[in-house]
């Protein structure tokens, strides 16, 4: 089973079964909508070994590489993303992938392309951009990743939390606002019919996933200190009337231009994601070694 879900906009609510079951009671049923688009929603059927239920008694360990005030070249995270998630396939089947994964970072200033991405949302020649372009496995449009943006990767075995891509998009969201909230008391919300974390009409963060296997990977991009002017030069996720915005934007509106310390911003905002992480998916996160290793 190989799905992508969007980074942007139009992904389809479904539902394995009913709020309250088991992942194990739901192995069997999985059911789908795929692309940035609304479509049709598919139903999969897996064959995915069960989960004991004493695995989900104790909160599961969670490897958490904190690179989040490193700028880290698309390349190599991708890379070492790609090697995480082919390890840990490979330890499914005997029911031996006992750890999920966390990775926080930034990027040097990047396009990335999702794997039906159209071209007719960038306003320049790929052969002619003015930074790097990279199509990914990802669902959804194009949008901007650069210095500023805090990007959070979690790799996650969804048969140890909830067989159900509509869950897991939406707890992603419920992460970021509810890390808004607490952190910087910014009044976060979602919008029907879209995947991401708006504050009013401003799209302050974006969601993108992969899923193989029941492993999902990609994540969310929170717009820190953000330099915006780079969104300008896309339609950022083919969402044509609303605003991209950042939450040192928002902070220095509501205070009348103070002067705000980008690090510091940084540094809450990824404390405060971390830790609501950490609550929604029921996890034990442990600093990891070298992201490289």
């Given at each position: 089973?190989?799905?992508?879900?969007?980074?942007?906009?139009?992904?389809?609510?479904?539902?394995?079964?009913?709020?309250?079951s088991?992942?194990?009671?739901?192995?069997?049923?999985?059911?789908?909508?795929?692309?940035?688009?609304?479509?049709?929603?598919?139903?999969?059927?897996?064959?995915?070994?069960?989960?004991?239920?004493?695995?989900?008694?104790?909160?599961?360990?969670?490897?958490?590489?904190?690179?989040?005030?490193?700028?880290?070249?698309?390349?190599?995270?991708?890379?070492?993303?790609?090697?995480?998630?082919?390890?840990?396939?490979?330890?499914?089947?005997?029911?031996?992938?006992?750890?999920?994964?966390?990775?926080?970072?930034?990027?040097?200033?990047?396009?990335?392309?999702?794997?039906?991405?159209?071209?007719?949302?960038?306003?320049?020649?790929?052969g002619?951009?003015?930074?790097?372009?990279?199509?990914?496995?990802?669902?959804?449009?194009?949008?901007?990743?650069?210095?500023?943006?805090?990007?959070?990767?979690?790799?996650?075995?969804?048969?140890?939390?909830?067989?159900?891509?509509?869950w897991?998009?939406?707890?992603?969201?419920?992460?970021?606002i509810?890390?808004?909230?607490?952190?910087f008391?910014?009044?976060?919300?979602?919008?029907?019919?879209?995947?991401?974390?708006?504050?009013g009409?401003?799209k302050?963060?974006?969601?993108?996933?992969?899923?193989?296997?029941?492993?999902?990977y990609?994540?969310?991009?929170?717009?820190?200190?953000?330099?915006?002017?780079?969104?300008?030069?896309?339609?950022?996720?083919?969402?044509?009337?609303?605003r991209?915005?950042?939450?040192?934007?928002?902070?220095?509106?509501?205070?009348?231009?103070?002067?705000?310390?980008?690090?510091?911003?940084?540094?809450?905002?990824?404390?405060?994601?971390?830790?609501?992480?950490?609550?929604?998916?029921?996890?034990?996160?442990?600093?990891?070694?070298?992201?490289?290793?």
């Amino acid at each position: 089973m190989v799905v992508s879900a969007p980074l942007c906009h139009g992904f389809l609510p479904f539902s394995a079964a009913a709020k309250g079951s088991s992942a194990c009671s739901r192995r069997r049923r999985l059911v789908l909508g795929a692309g940035c688009h609304s479509s049709p929603v598919a139903a999969v059927a897996t064959d995915a070994a069960p989960v004991a239920d004493a695995a989900r008694v104790a909160r599961r360990r969670c490897e958490c590489f904190d690179l989040h005030q490193q700028i880290v070249p698309f390349a190599e995270s991708w890379a070492r993303q790609k090697s995480i998630v082919k390890r840990r396939k490979g330890l499914v089947d005997s029911n031996e992938d006992h750890t999920d994964t966390l990775i926080a970072l930034q990027h040097p200033p990047i396009y990335t392309l999702g794997t039906g991405s159209s071209e007719e949302f960038l306003h320049f020649d790929v052969g002619d951009s003015p930074y790097e372009v990279h199509r990914i496995d990802r669902g959804g449009e194009v949008t901007y990743h650069g210095p500023g943006q805090l990007v959070m990767y979690p790799i996650i075995n969804l048969r140890y939390h909830e067989l159900d891509l509509h869950w897991y998009l939406r707890s992603l969201e419920d992460v970021i606002i509810r890390a808004l909230h607490s952190a910087f008391s910014i009044k976060a919300s979602t919008v029907k019919g879209l995947t991401g974390v708006w504050v009013g009409d401003q799209k302050v963060a974006a969601i993108g996933i992969h899923c193989s296997r029941y492993i999902v990977y990609h994540g969310l991009a929170l717009n820190v200190t953000t330099d915006l002017a780079p969104f300008e030069r896309i339609v950022p996720c083919g969402i044509k009337d609303r605003r991209v915005g950042s939450i040192k934007d928002i902070l220095q509106r509501a205070s009348n231009g103070r002067e705000l310390n980008d690090a510091e911003l940084m540094d809450i905002a990824y404390e405060s994601l971390i830790k609501e992480f950490a609550e929604i998916f029921q996890l034990s996160l442990e600093p990891s070694t070298d992201l490289y290793l």
